[in-house]
Nanobody, 118 residues
Framework: QVQLVESGGELVQPGGSLRLSCVAS????????MGWYRQAPGKQRELVAS???????DYAGSVKARFIISRDNAKNTLYLQMNSLKPEDTAVYYC????????????WGQGTQVAVSS
């Protein structure tokens, strides 16, 4: 059974930093391609960052140079380091599994709330 469990969201002031974590179970994490999405109130869910099994990364333009996606295969954990946070980064952040090897999937975590406010 696939499980993705996010943590690390909280209230932070503008300019602050947070690190989100997503622990995966039930999958061959080391060959999985993963991503972080977010959904703000009244808006569509959007892709924030993605990482392949080989470590190639991609970012939305709005977070490039501020956010860093990474993975620790030994811990089956996906991370999102968020720096220089802005109020517009406020959203529920979701971990997503979309590929393992050559097979496509669509698994989501339950989400973790990030609020950026003074």
């Amino acid at each position: 059974q696939v499980q993705l469990v996010e943590s690390g969201g909280e209230l932070v002031q503008p300019g602050g930093s947070l690190r989100l974590s997503c622990v995966a179970s039930g999958i061959a994490f080391n060959i999985a391609s993963m991503g972080w999405y977010r959904q703000a109130p009244g808006k569509q869910r959007e892709l924030v960052a993605s990482i392949t099994s080989g470590g190639d990364t991609d970012y939305a333009g709005s977070v490039k140079a501020r956010f860093i996606i990474s993975r620790d295969n030994a811990k089956n954990t996906l991370y999102l380091q968020m720096n220089s946070l802005k109020p517009e980064d406020t959203a529920v952040y979701y971990c997503h599994l979309h590929r393992i090897g050559s097979n496509w999937y669509d698994y989501w975590g339950q989400g973790t709330q990030v609020a950026v406010s003074s």
